[in-house]
């Protein structure tokens, strides 16, 4: 890891969905976000988190891998792109294999459809819109070093463990600072559940 | 008119920072990315023009780019790297620009000749000539004063002056108010009283260096997203962060210490940190010796605040109070900033002022990362106020009952003192006026008291006992369908003119595009109705840029003074604080940096408070608090968001926040009832919000509308309504009501697809997911 890419601190984030309505602006998919807001404790707490596509590095992003079509390209500098509309058949393979629930069906095209990293954007040195808005910094894009020269001491993590499978994913998310070493369960830094340590 | 050519206005230079060695977190590194500058980046594609300019909404007043294409019209936004927000948006600027050219737009005047008709349009004389015969109809037979003007703050400040010129040159009524006064009306009374000044004390940029915040009142997170990068900005350094809030909001759930506190009881916390301040020798005595006067009595009222007593007033624990002084006192440098929660109240004005106490009596006041702000709710809560368009002001801020500063207006308007009417009352007063007969005809513009205002009924009344009422707007909103003369008029995107930020940063909005065929400036229509009341020479003002030449040197000398500021000055740096006396001044972005204040004697006039209980009182059949607030994807009567689809499905309704202790589930229907009036709303059970507390969102109208329960009793010396509590119940119901979609203009279909109404009692769609699923 990792070059300029996206940091994800849920800990910053205010639910507002700037995010969703700047992915709506992209223009590779205008009117469609590509982003969607989680709540992790409904009705406990406002908490919230954006999911953003990972960009899977290893295994190589499962989506792309059981793409029949092989409609899913991963660039030289490991963003994943979405199907090419000349190539995809809207079969859903992607929506299966994703452990991050990332792709979308625009079922009446036939067409997969997810985040790009907004390539077009991103090619030329600009933010992804998504992160140039967030009120927060709860998307940062950036590299590391930048992000730990704006915020001292923070620690991001870049391996998701489902099961037996670890998941090392180009977009990395914030983490306590105790909990670097630890792969982040199930996508999300969940450590503690009812007062139980779930490491 | 005078146009701003897009193409020009995209090659203007980069707007560059008052203080460019601060910029916030996450921000820094955009524009040296390599690659093409953002604000380039789009200049060349498709004969695309990006036209710089800021967003229509709230008092941060964040800079965007409107994409403009070939054919001049408005079609999207591209984030802006100035100052204010460094490229950062929220959902509702993000989707501003979709109302520029959105279906619903009025294109022609709407008029009939009583309520009983239907609206047709009509010709531009014939709705002009139709409004100053009846202003003068009612005029020769009840007098001046029975004809009133309600302007609004979203409007720019060169209007905002036109307003006040308007009532007082060509209505010649003393009725003249605008809806700023449901806004920081509490907060400028409170720093006028203080300070001599009615303005934040910092910028932005501040927050970035303090050790301490304190927000009181203030859900940032919905109401003013783009300034939680400051918070966290602050928080990086190390700064701890205080919340006072009924609600566990974003901002609240990582603060550092949240104090929820009971709706309407803020100055009795306040005064008891102040106790715990002075008891624990934490207070700045050589810098209140120096530099204050009313210290003593200050002291002796808060002896009688301490934690004990307070704690059981707000329903906090006692240790929060002890804790909260400690943290804000013992910072080297502390701030606080505040909102409605603590100035929507009958005591708002007192509310501030105890804040104002505190950080006067700790020293926290007038350095960099020192001092205290009010955060605005409307684009020009704070310019709308500076030149005029309140009730007792004048331009310049002076006041209406001061002879020497009726004396000075006079000259610059060309009248004899005598013609200039008095002061006139608030926005609230005249709606009762209206049901009294006092004030018998009415121009609202760019306001929706229809949502806005407390207690519906009321209001409804007063607007239909009017024997008549026109309404400038570009949506038909809930008040204009109850018009008799609708003009349509232009949006932020089709005219120019400045706007002052919550931080009293003079910003320009720059025009994007050609108003629709049919649609006029507010400019246009006040001049036109001026000269066909025989003040035409008054009112000879092409555009907006003429009016602020007139306004620049109407102010010149006052505590509010634009007579530095240029239209070119603004386009070169990207904003100027007032007060900015010449045109070499850089501005004052920070206050009483020389500890000077604008009161005669230099000091800050510190003011005794004392707490007392809201004016709805609390009894066995009305045990809970209401309060009343925004949501992040709406803004203010909702009358333009409501109409934009994104923003209609991250919040298609309202709902009532309660607390699990009720015993209601998500998606219950429960009614709430207050002594003016019943609702039901969908239940939002959660435990973020107090057990004696329940939350509606207010952008809503009638059967959904919070300010329907609202009651409409007034601050004494701000004349602000007590919004943020009142005495309520909740009991089950059968079903919930229906969320009306906004009126549709006449001729037109309903547009379907950009407002969705929930019939059925699903759990409501919170943009903070509050209670989005069951509990176990």
């Known amino acids: 890891m990792m070059g300029r890419t996206i940091f994800i601190d849920p800990g910053r984030c205010i639910g507002c969905q700037a995010c969703v309505s700047a992915c709506r602006e992209c223009d590779s998919h205008r009117g469609k976000s590509m982003i969607h807001l989680d709540y992790t404790e409904p009705g406990m707490s406002v908490a919230s988190l954006p999911s953003v596509c990972m960009h899977c590095e290893d295994p190589v992003a499962p989506c792309a891998e059981v793409c029949p079509a092989d409609a899913i390209l991963v660039t030289a500098d490991g963003v994943v792109q979405q199907a090419d509309t000349t190539r995809c058949i809207g079969c859903s393979n992607c929506v299966n294999a994703c452990p991050f629930g990332i792709p979308k069906i625009d079922l009446q095209a036939k067409l997969q459809m997810k985040c790009n990293l907004c390539y077009d954007r991103t090619a030329y040195g600009l933010a992804p819109m998504c992160a140039t808005v967030c009120p927060t910094g709860a998307l940062f894009y950036g590299t590391l070093e930048e992000l730990q020269a704006e915020r001292p001491g923070v620690q991001v993590a870049d391996s998701f463990v489902f099961g037996d499978v670890v998941v090392q994913t180009g977009v990395a998310m914030v983490v306590p600072a105790d909990k670097v070493q630890w792969p982040v369960p199930g996508g999300l830094p969940v450590v503690e559940i009812n007062g139980r340590d779930v490491r | ?776």
């Open chain 2, 1 to 776: 008119m005078t146009a701003t050519d897009p193409a020009k206005a995209a090659s203007r230079p980069v707007p560059v920072s008052i203080d460019p060695s601060i910029a916030p977190p996450g921000t820094r590194n955009f524009r040296d990315a390599g690659g093409i500058p953002a604000d380039q980046w789009h200049a060349d594609q498709n004969g695309e023009t990006l036209v710089p300019t800021h967003c229509c909404f709230c008092g941060v007043q964040c800079g965007m780019y409107l994409r403009v294409d070939k054919g001049g019209k408005v079609f999207g936004v591209e984030p802006r790297n100035h100052d204010i927000n460094r490229m950062r948006l929220c959902p509702k600027g993000i989707n501003a620009y979709q109302q520029v050219n959105h279906p619903d737009r009025l294109t022609a005047p709407l008029m009939r000749r009583s309520r009983d008709e239907e609206f047709k349009e009509c010709s531009w004389d014939e709705a002009l000539d139709f409004t100053v015969s009846e202003i003068r109809r009612i005029q020769e037979a009840h007098g001046n004063d029975a004809f009133g003007l309600l302007g609004g703050a979203s409007l720019f400040s060169e209007k905002t002056y036109l307003v006040g010129k308007f009532a007082r040159v060509a209505l010649k009524s003393k009725h003249v108010d605008y809806n700023g006064r449901l806004c920081m009306v509490s907060a400028a009374g409170a720093n006028k009283l203080a300070f001599g000044i009615d303005r934040a004390g910092n910028p932005f940029s501040d927050i970035l260096l303090t050790d301490c915040l304190l927000i009181a009142g203030s859900n940032v997170g919905e109401c003013f997203p783009v300034m939680t990068q400051y918070l966290w900005g602050a928080r990086d350094r190390g700064a701890s962060l205080i919340v006072i809030d009924p609600r566990e909001t974003a901002i609240a759930r990582t603060a550092d210490i949240h104090v929820a506190i009971k709706p309407g009881t803020d100055s009795a916390f306040f005064n008891a940190v102040l106790n715990v301040v002075i008891a624990e020798g934490l207070t700045d005595e050589a810098y209140i010796a120096a530099n204050t006067t009313g210290w003593e009595e200050v002291k002796k009222t808060v002896a009688a605040y301490p934690p004990s007593r307070s704690a059981e007033i707000c329903g906090v624990p006692a240790s929060q109070i002890v804790q909260v002084a400690r943290v804000f006192a013992g910072a080297d440098k502390a701030m606080a900033w505040h909102a409605r929660g603590i100035e929507h109240h009958s005591q708002g004005v007192e509310n501030c002022l105890s804040v104002i106490n505190l950080c006067v009596a700790t020293g926290h006041i007038g350095k960099p990362g020192a001092g205290y702000g009010t955060i605005t709710g409307q684009g020009n809560g704070q310019g709308g106020r500076e030149h005029g368009q309140k009730s007792d002001l004048l331009p310049g801020g002076r006041s209406i009952t001061n002879p020497e500063h009726r004396k000075q207006i006079c000259q610059i308007w060309g009248i004899e003192e005598s013609e200039l009417p008095g002061a006139g009352t608030s926005m609230m007063e005249m709606v009762w006026q209206m049901q009294r007969g006092e004030i018998r005809g009415l121009i609202g513009i760019c306001n929706n008291p229809f949502v806005s205002l407390p207690n519906y009924a009321v209001v409804k009344d007063g607007y239909d006992t009017a024997e008549f009422h026109a309404q400038f707007d570009f949506f038909l909103s809930e008040t204009a369908a109850n018009a008799h003369v609708v003009f349509p008029v232009t949006t932020w995107a089709e005219d120019e003119g400045v706007m002052a930020n919550a931080e009293a940063r003079v910003v320009k909005h720059n025009k994007a595009q050609e108003p629709p065929a049919g649609v006029r400036t507010d400019t246009w229509v006040i001049c036109e109705l001026a000269r066909r009341l025989g003040a035409g020479k008054h009112f000879d003002f092409p555009g907006s840029r003429e009016v602020f030449e007139e306004l620049r040197v109407a102010s010149a000398g006052t505590v509010n003074d634009y007579y530095g500021i240029t239209y070119d000055r603004l386009d070169e740096t990207g904003g100027i604080a007032w007060p900015c006396p010449s045109t070499e001044h850089p501005g004052t972005p920070r206050l009483f940096e020389d500890g000077r204040t604008y009161h005669p004697d230099g000091k800050i006039h510190m003011q005794v408070v004392e707490w007392h209980p809201p004016m709805d009182a609390y009894t066995e059949e009305y045990p809970l608090s209401l309060t009343t607030g925004r949501t992040v994807a709406h803004f203010l009567s909702g009358n333009q968001t409501r109409r934009l689809g994104a923003l209609v499905e991250q919040t298609p309704r309202p709902w009532v926040e309660v607390h699990p202790s009720h015993g209601f589930r998500n998606g219950d229907p429960v009614r709430v009832v207050t002594r003016r009036g019943s609702e039901v709303f969908p239940a939002l059970v959660t435990e973020a919000i107090r057990p004696d507390t329940v939350f509606i969102p207010y952008h809503w109208p009638v059967p959904t509308s919070a300010n329907a329960l609202t009651i409409d009793a007034l601050d004494p010396r701000s004349k602000i309504p007590e919004y943020k509590v009142c005495a309520a119940r909740i009991e089950a119901a059968e079903r919930v009501d229906e969320v009306p979609a906004p009126p549709t203009p006449p001729g037109r279909e309903a547009y379907p697809e950009t407002q969705v109404s929930r019939t059925d009692p699903l759990p409501p769609t919170s943009p903070q997911g509050r209670g989005t699923a069951e509990r176990s």
